[in-house]
């Protein structure tokens, strides 16, 4: 003990937390193994007057380092803050180089947050490279694959091997894709995570029980990885600041500044910035700036030569989040393949299944936005896999994303599906540098290609080489498995919770813990939760703050997952949240409502609150005669008299009239009318949707199609009845 406390007072680090209920001294960090590794990681490998203990370089504030961004002269600027930007600043200041990141929102916020989650090889690639025998695919599955190995080894807290499950309905997949799978586990070699391997029926269905069994011939499992995306990326950004580089979200580029080169060409010198939090403009000083703005690219392109050609073909892809009985808790499904080409996938995460995805052909904006038409497309095709006993409700969707990919565009090629996910690095003749394309699992890859081209372009000097590989990110040092039990001996807090934390901060959730207030109970002795759902607790806020979060949306769907893995509870967090912000940040009351407001606004337009629920809270406005056409209506769908209307009702109904409709057309029409998402319709739904018909509130509605062939059969029974005479 006395060995730990002398180590403690060497980084001056002791503190006093609460173990059990009772008091106690103890050292803050994780006992001497989190500070023997703080001192021996990466001592030598950085370059000269990068902090060689990093992992416990303090943080500066916001406004240090927008003094600096302010004054500095730097090496190199990075536009973006993304996994690419984060990558590239975490590269360069590692190498010595004077370094400054900005990124207009918050960090990640782009489409490093809304992606799949997975670092992968991608073993649709591989099948792509053996038949078209392009070495090329070849290439990037054998870079992807050692990269994946590399982030899981520098974010061990963060990342992990997660294994996915193919499952098998023709006898010729099975060598067919046990070929494949053993190809990407020989293709990784050293770097191989786990070895795949065949699964029968029957032990497939008990791993997976909601798995469709009509024809199931058995099953393959391999092994790919699986991040918080949103953490990573903080971690970069955070890593890159403890390094000392002068990273900042909310710091939008305006211009591209160019200044005369010693031979008289116009060279980018810098540019024209705006903090986005407070309004002030300035101009930041480098000698190399480096667009890494994902779907953004040709905006800063065009920004520094508006007569460039597009290089960046986005294309969007939306996620649906179910509840976790969805999938087995630690198995995903994926088949690479579907008849018309795209992928599909359940995946466990964060107690949730992420399913997904789609692949359209978009526009570049500030706020994705999910449809209810994609969100009900791949509620369709999830259908196809799963058992018919498991019912999918439009209800059990938590939340919808969408994330644009910043796919690199092959003019010759229209199809964005046949566009490698590969990256490109472009300068133009005045040394802007952009880098694009590539996916999450290679940013480390090519940060490094992009610094190098840099540092070529732009005769930088740096002190060494790229050390990224094997460099630990902020969190990574002190981490072992077990050490979340740490957190609830030590401080007191529940299982879940400490899990949470640990597999989120690694050994920085000492510092959260210790944020954390009394609950004035027994047990847990701290941690209040922000919903009693999740294990995200009232510190994280407190700390997602020192870690520069300016908006609640920040902390509800970045430092936090709230917003991802439950938009309703999310909602429900979001005004306690709010508060402890206004006490950390000295919000008024008018800044905390515009925050309540702004959020919610982010919870509606991106992340799916209050999609499927069109004619929700219309007035029903219908004469007496009308309440009777409809009532009867109701009556005639409702054959047996339940008082509801089932999937069941609608099939029968449509046998009787001899209208042909497929099972998932059955579902979509009972989704859009059950407006409280429990596969029943009342008669109070029923009204209300009529009603919203009739005042134009629903349009293209499928059920308005059914109501009209009603009113069709209707007018054909008064006519056939001779009008009643
Ligand atoms: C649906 C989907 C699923 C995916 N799944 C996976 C997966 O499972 N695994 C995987 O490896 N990859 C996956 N990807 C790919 C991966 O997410 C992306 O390749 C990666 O996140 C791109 O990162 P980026 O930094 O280039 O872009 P972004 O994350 O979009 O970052 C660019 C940033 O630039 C900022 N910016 C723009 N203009 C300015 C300006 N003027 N000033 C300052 N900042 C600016 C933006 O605000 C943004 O934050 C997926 C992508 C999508 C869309």
């Not at 504030?61 to 004054?71: D, F, G, N, V």
């Not at 590969?422 to 880098?435: A, F, K, R, Y």
């Amino acid at each position: 003990m006395e060995k730990l406390r002398i180590l403690a007072r060497k980084v001056g680090k002791t503190g006093v937390i609460l173990a059990g209920g009772a008091t106690a001294t103890y050292v803050v960090y994780s006992g001497v193994k989190a500070l023997q590794n703080a001192f021996d990681t990466d001592e030598g490998k950085l370059a000269d007057g990068v902090p060689q203990n990093y992992a416990w370089a303090p943080l500066p504030s916001r406004a240090q380092l927008i003094e600096s961004l302010k004054t500095d002269e730097f090496d190199v600027l990075v536009i973006g803050g993304g996994a690419t930007g984060t990558g590239v600043a975490v590269d360069a200041v590692s190498r010595g180089l004077k370094t400054a990141m900005v990124e207009k929102y918050d960090f990640g916020s782009g489409t490093s947050s809304r992606s799949t989650k997975l670092i992968h090889g991608g073993v649709r690639y591989l099948e792509k490279a053996v038949f078209s025998l392009s070495y090329q695919q070849y290439c990037m599955v054998e870079e992807a694959l050692a990269e994946r190995a590399n982030l899981i080894n520098i974010a061990p807290h963060l990342a992990y091997p997660f294994p996915i499950m193919l499952p098998l309905y023709k006898r010729w997949q099975i060598p067919y894709f046990w070929a494949g799978i053993k190809a990407y586990d020989w293709v990784a070699g050293k770097q191989k995570l786990k070895s795949s391997y065949f699964l029968g029926r029957k032990k497939a269905l008990e791993i997976f029980p909601m798995l469709k069994k009509d024809k199931l011939r058995g099953a393959l499992v391999y092994y790919d990885g699986q991040h918080d995306d949103a953490r990573m990326n903080i971690s970069l950004a955070i890593t890159a600041v403890r390094l000392g580089g002068s990273v900042m979200n909310y710091v939008e580029v305006l211009e591209i500044l160019k200044t005369p080169d010693s031979e008289g060409k116009e060279v980018v010198s810098g540019a024209k910035v705006r903090d986005r939090m407070t309004g002030e403009e300035w101009n930041v000083k480098a000698k190399c700036v480096i667009n890494a703005t994902g779907p953004y690219t040709d905006r800063i392109r065009t920004m520094a030569n508006p007569e460039v050609k597009k290089i960046c073909q986005p294309s969007q892809g939306v996620h649906v989040v179910l509840p976790d009985y969805y999938s087995p808790t630690s198995m995903g499904l994926l088949d690479p393949a579907t008849s018309d080409g795209r992928i599909i996938f359940f995946l466990p995460w964060q107690n949730v299944t992420i399913a997904g995805t789609t692949d359209e052909a978009c526009e570049v904006t500030d706020f994705p936005s999910p449809t209810e038409k994609e969100i009900q497309f791949i509620l369709n095709e999830i259908r196809h896999y799963l058992d018919p006993d498991v019912e999918i409700r439009r209800g059990d969707v938590l939340s919808a994303w969408c994330g644009i990919r910043p796919l690199v565009c092959d003019p010759n090629k229209a199809d964005t599906q046949s566009i490698a996910r590969n990256h490109i690095i472009e300068v133009t003749p005045d040394n802007l540098i952009t880098i694009a394309g590539g996916k999450w699992t290679t940013y480390r890859h090519m940060a490094e290609e992009t610094v190098d081209r840099a540092v070529e372009v732009c005769n930088l000097k740096p002190k060494t080489k790229c050390r990224t590989k094997g460099l630990l990110l902020d969190g990574a040092h002190g981490y072992t498995p077990t050490f979340f039990i740490r957190l609830v001996q030590d401080f007191g807090l529940e299982n879940d919770v400490a899990q949470h934390l640990a597999s989120t901060y690694g050994d920085k959730a000492f510092k959260v813990a210790k944020l954390a207030s009394l609950t004035g109970k027994r047990w847990p002795v701290v941690g209040k939760r922000l919903h009693e759902e999740f294990p995200y607790i009232e510190a994280e806020v407190r700390y997602a703050v020192k870690e520069y979060a300016c908006r609640a949306i920040d902390v509800l769907a970045r430092r936090t997952r709230l917003t991802f893995c439950n938009v309703h509870a999310a909602e429900e967090a979001l005004p306690r949240i709010v508060e402890i912000m206004a006490e950390e940040l000295k919000w008024n009351k008018k800044k905390q409502k515009e925050e309540i407001d702004h959020a919610k606004t982010f919870l509606r337009r991106e992340m799916g609150l209050d999609l499927g629920t069109g004619a929700k809270n219309v007035p029903i406005n219908f004469t007496k005669d009308e309440i009777n056409l409809y009532v009867n209506r109701f009556k005639t769908l409702d054959s047996d008299h339940k008082g509801y209307i089932t999937v069941n009702d609608l099939r029968k109904y449509f046998k009787k009239i001899g209208e042909r409709v497929s099972e998932d057309q059955l579902h979509d029409i009972l989704n859009e009318v059950d407006l409280n998402k429990n596969a029943q319709v009342d008669l109070g739904e029923f009204l209300q949707l009529m009603s919203a018909l009739k005042s134009g509130n629903v349009a293209n509605s499928r059920f308005a199609q059914v109501t009209q062939m009603m009113q069709e059969r209707d007018k054909i029974s008064v006519e056939r009845s001779g009008g009643g005479v």
